[in-house]
C-alpha cells in the first residue's frame, strides 16, 4: 500500500513557476514508478511525466516538454514537479500516482492539487 499526498498547488500569473510535491509513504513507495497527472474541467486527464524508480528515467508529454521537470528524491520519498513558463491552459487539478512498472499502470493515487494559472 501506497498514500500520496500533493502539495504545492496555487495561483500564478502566466509566466510564472511552481513546484509541485508528493510525498509517498508506505513500505515500498521508493520502489515504484511515478507520474504527474492532470485534469482540466471538460477534459480528460492526462499524463504529463513519469519517472522510474531510480530516477534515471523520464518521459515528458508534448504539451509540457522543455517546460516542466519531473524529479524525485528517494530518501525523502518525494517526487517534484518543477512548472517554468506556466500558461492559463495549465490550470487544471494535479495529481501524483504510483505504479509498479513506469508504463504503468497507476495503482496508487494521491487526491489532487489545484494550479490556476491567470493572464
Known amino acids: 500500500q501506497v498514500q500520496l499526498v500533493e502539495s504545492g498547488g496555487g495561483l500564478v500569473q502566466a509566466g510564472g513557476s511552481l513546484r509541485l510535491s508528493c510525498a509517498a509513504s508506505g513500505r515500498t513507495a521508493t520502489s515504484y514508478a511515478m507520474g504527474w497527472f492532470r485534469r482540466a474541467p471538460g477534459k480528460e486527464r492526462e499524463l504529463l511525466a513519469s519517472?522510474?524508480?531510480?530516477?534515471?528515467?523520464?518521459n515528458y508529454a508534448d504539451s509540457v516538454k522543455g517546460r516542466f521537470t519531473i524529479s524525485r528524491d528517494n530518501v525523502k520519498n518525494t517526487v517534484y514537479l518543477q512548472m517554468n513558463s506556466l500558461k492559463p491552459e495549465d490550470t487544471a487539478v494535479y495529481s501524483c500516482?504510483?505504479?509498479?512498472?513506469?508504463?504503468?499502470?497507476?495503482?496508487?493515487w494521491g487526491q489532487g492539487t489545484q494550479v490556476t494559472v491567470s493572464s
Open positions: 500516482a504510483a505504479a509498479k512498472q513506469l508504463k504503468g499502470p497507476y495503482d496508487y
Open positions: 519517472i522510474s524508480w531510480s530516477g534515471g528515467m523520464t
